[in-house]
């Protein structure tokens, strides 16, 4: 009995540090890995003021416009909705972690795609590791004034 554990404990640890590693390898790259999930789930109604097809003019909501860097990192109304290094406070991906039916869960209920748990997992992971755009500055498909 008492070498089973230890070689459950072995085993587990050498699992444990293989995935460190990797993790640490493989840098997530933003362009290529998280924007193409959050433009499908969230741009459609946190991008530049814009005239809809009814000729309405069309706000941002809560004044948060997340297809360019900088935008991103000032968040809306409440601050910032990214804390590099902290995905706790990140209230970006915090929202998409509540209940679906909870008042501040995003993308509102039905409304877009919502991420997968996978994609959160990815989101989180890039917020840990310091949420680096890399060479992203911009979307020039969807951040338009
Ligand atoms: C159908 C429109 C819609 C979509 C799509 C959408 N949102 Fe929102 N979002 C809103 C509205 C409306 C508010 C303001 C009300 C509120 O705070 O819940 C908001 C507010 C927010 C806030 C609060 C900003 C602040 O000032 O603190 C965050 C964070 C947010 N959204 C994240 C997301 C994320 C992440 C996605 C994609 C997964 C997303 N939203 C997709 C409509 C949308």
């Not at 990797?22 to 362009?31: H, S, T």
């Not at 959050?38 to 004044?63: F, I, L, N, Q, W």
């Not at 993308?107 to 919502?114: D, F, H, R």
Request: aromatic share 8%.
């Amino acid at each position: 009995m008492q070498k089973t554990i230890s070689l459950f404990s072995v085993v587990g640890m050498a699992l444990g540090m293989t995935a460190g590693s990797a993790a640490a390898e493989e840098k997530i790259d933003f362009e290529k890995q998280i924007w193409p999930f959050v433009k499908e789930s969230c741009v459609k109604c946190h991008k530049p003021p814009y005239t809809d097809e009814r000729g309405r003019k069309r706000k941002p909501k809560s004044g948060m416009v997340i297809t360019n860097k900088k935008g991103f990192m000032e968040g809306g109304e409440e601050g910032a909705v990214i804390v590099p290094g902290k995905p706790d406070e990140s209230e970006f991906l915090q929202r998409t972690l509540l209940p679906l039916d909870h008042d501040d869960h995003q993308p509102p209920e039905g409304k877009a795609p919502e991420w997968t748990d996978e994609q959160k997992k990815l989101f989180e992971a890039w917020i840990k590791a310091g949420a680096d755009f890399g060479a992203w500055e911009r979307d020039p498909e969807v951040d338009k004034k």
